[in-house]
């Protein structure tokens, strides 16, 4: 008998943790019938439960496996040792994971090339591992910081104008004839806006985390907590969905038909969600690239140009540093213009 520490299934892949008695932890990973024990790469298992005894989250382990077994499929496709791994080896890597002959991490055909901030977080799971190996005092081929990541161009980064955003979350009442549907929808779009969660947190909340005022308990990214706040406004209309609502399941926005609404603890899925959003702004002709992570920047954005302190809203979006709270921040067009003809030294 033993101790399961996680069961998580994700995209085809299933992920067992469990310590028994008297031997080491083990990890059972199966995709499409492949196990760790076949993945050329050794110690996963610890690294693995490494990573979990220290409190990363199940998304994070998860994301941690899926890139490790990327390379770790590179590795049997090239007949590649990994014990003799090199500098040139990881070079050859990084070609690998830009063209458009790579393979997923269920040997599935590529169908796109990947973002250089995809390929970073794949080499950085990398370097992780390796971290790993050198802190066990396993063999490790490499030094963690021979994995150079790539270089990334900074764009800058868009929020849509404040009516934009606005007629964008009001459009759910205006678009959808399935008055559910469109109670549903705007309720959620007003919720983010209103909070600045992030998506999987809307995703995966809870009616018991709502108190009668609005304030909401999320255990957020990196199991923060951290309490966010609805506006009058937001509450309004989750109060509105919440009396046509009939569900059992304990989370808060759930699916009317689809594969989703079968289930017992049904939720609304992240990708049901983004493909809405990404309809409502085609539809409104909104040429600013919206998405719901946009509904947080905006939220940021919109909160620092009235005069928000940074740290207040560093702390609503569930920051550790400031440094990245920052970066969520982005002046609009508009304001910058305005700011520039009120303080300019040479206005006049």
């Known amino acids: 008998m033993g101790i399961k520490i996680r069961e998580k299934t994700a995209k085809g892949l299933i992920l067992n943790i469990t310590i028994t008695e008297y031997n080491i932890p083990y990890t059972q990973l199966n995709i499409q019938n492949m196990s760790t024990n076949e993945m050329p790469l050794l110690y996963i298992d610890d690294f693995l439960l490494n990573l979990k005894t220290n409190n990363y989250s199940d998304e994070t382990v998860y994301n941690y496996e899926r890139d490790l077994l990327i390379f770790s499929n590179y590795l049997k496709e090239n007949n590649l040792n990994f014990e003799k791994f090199n500098k040139k080896d990881i070079e050859r890597f990084k070609a690998y994971l830009t063209s458009r002959d790579r393979q997923t991490a269920n040997h599935s055909p590529a169908s796109q090339k990947l973002l250089a901030q995809s390929i970073n977080r794949i080499l950085s799971s990398l370097r992780g591992y390796l971290r790993h190996l050198i802190e066990m005092d396993y063999f490790c081929p490499l030094a963690p910081e021979a994995v150079k990541l790539l270089k990334t161009t900074k764009k ?88 046509i609502r009939k569900s059992n399941s304990e989370y808060l926005f759930v699916p009317c038909r689809g594969l989703n609404a079968s289930k017992q603890n049904k939720k609304i899925s992240p990708n049901y969600l983004q493909m809405k959003i990404k309809k409502y702004r085609e539809i409104l002709r909104i040429n600013v690239p919206t998405s719901a992570h946009s509904l947080r920047h905006g939220f940021a954005t919109y909160l620092a140009e009235s005069g928000a302190n940074p740290a207040a809203i560093q702390i609503l979006l569930g920051h550790e540093s400031l440094d990245t709270t920052t970066r969520y921040v982005h002046a609009s067009d508009h304001y910058a213009e305005k700011t520039h003809q009120d303080f300019h030294p040479l206005k006049k």
């Open 156 to 243: 800058h980064p868009q929020v849509a104008e404040l009516n934009d955003l606005i007629k964008l979350i009001e459009f759910p009442t205006e678009l959808e004839k399935n008055k559910y549907v469109a109670m549903r929808n705007r309720a959620m779009l007003e919720v983010l806006f209103s909070t600045g969660m992030r998506i999987s947190e809307l995703i995966n909340l809870k009616v018991n985390q709502i108190d009668n005022s609005g304030k909401i308990f999320i255990l957020g990214k990196g199991k923060k907590e951290r309490f966010v706040y609805l506006t009058p406004r937001a509450f309004r209309f989750l109060e509105a969905y919440l009396k």
